[in-house]
Every structure is written in C-alpha cells, then in structure tokens.
C-alpha cells in the first residue's frame, strides 16, 4: 500500500443539512487526512464539465441541477490507499445498498443526492484534483 490523494465532494444535500462536519469525521475516523479544502457554489459549466463523462446517462441534467442547487465542499484526502479507502468509508452510490456505517447509508437521500462524491481510480483522482486545486493548495 502507498500513501495516496483522492479527490471529495461533500455535495449540496449535505451541506444543506449541515452534515459536512459530520462527513469529515467519517473520513478522518476512516484514516484519511484533509490536506485541502475550499467550500464552492459550483457554476453550471464548471458542473458540466466536472461530470462529462456521464452526459450521455439519462440522469446528466438532473445531476447538474443537483450539484448547482446548493454550495459544495471540494476537498483532497491523503492516506494509506486513499482512493478505495474513501470509497468504502462513502458506500455504494445507491444509499439502499451501502453498507451500514458509511457516509452514504447514514446520510445520503436517495441514489442522485447522495452526499459524497470521490474518484473512481488513480487517473481521475489526479484530473478531478488539478480542476479544482493548485498543487500550492494542498499542504499534507
Ligand atoms: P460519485 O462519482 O459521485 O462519487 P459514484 O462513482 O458512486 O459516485 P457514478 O456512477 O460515478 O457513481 O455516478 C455519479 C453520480 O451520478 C452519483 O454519485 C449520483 O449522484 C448520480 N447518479 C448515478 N446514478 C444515478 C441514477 N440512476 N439516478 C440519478 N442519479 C444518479
Ligand atoms: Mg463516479
């Protein structure tokens, strides 16, 4: 295992909630360290092309509804294996089927407003990082 940088999103259901602290703690109590944070109301093209690799899926516009609804939290998480890490602590994207105890199944409204968003592997954890951060951001 190395130490590792993925990329977070605690997006506008949460934030709404006034869960991002919460949220923190599941992924500090998990092993991951915040190294950068900036809390963002995400413009609808920053959205758009955020989630490019989905607007072929038939949820696109509503997904960018969704992430343009509300201020957001962009962060960089650093650990042993980050990646996967944060995406156990998170649960699977439909809250139904997350395991008890992860962010999505204690938080998350339905399988679109879902709470958390992180990267996928280690090429889109680099992309979705240097779109939203300069390297002089992230201080670990
Ligand atoms: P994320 O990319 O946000 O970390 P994920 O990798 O678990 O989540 P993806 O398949 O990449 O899930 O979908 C991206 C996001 O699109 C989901 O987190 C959710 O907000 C939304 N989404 C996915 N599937 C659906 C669906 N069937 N209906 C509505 N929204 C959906
Ligand atoms: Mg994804």
Partial sequence: MALERTFSIIK??????NLTGKIVAKL???GLRVV????IHMARRQAEAFYAVHKE???FGEL???MVS????VQVLEGEDAIARNREIMGATD???????????????SIGENSVHGSDGPETAKEEIA??????????
């Fill in 12 to 17: 506008p259901d949460a934030t709404r909630r």
């Fill in 28 to 30: 500090e109590e998990g």
């Fill in 36 to 39: 950068a944070s900036r809390r």
């Fill in 57 to 59: 899926r038939p949820f």
């Fill in 64 to 66: 960018v509804d969704f």
């Fill in 70 to 73: 509300g201020p957001v939290v």
């Fill in 95 to 109: 809250p139904k089927k997350a395991a008890p105890g992860t962010i999505r199944a204690e938080f998350a409204e």
């Fill in 131 to 140: 779109y939203f951060f300069a390297g002089s951001d992230i201080v670990g």
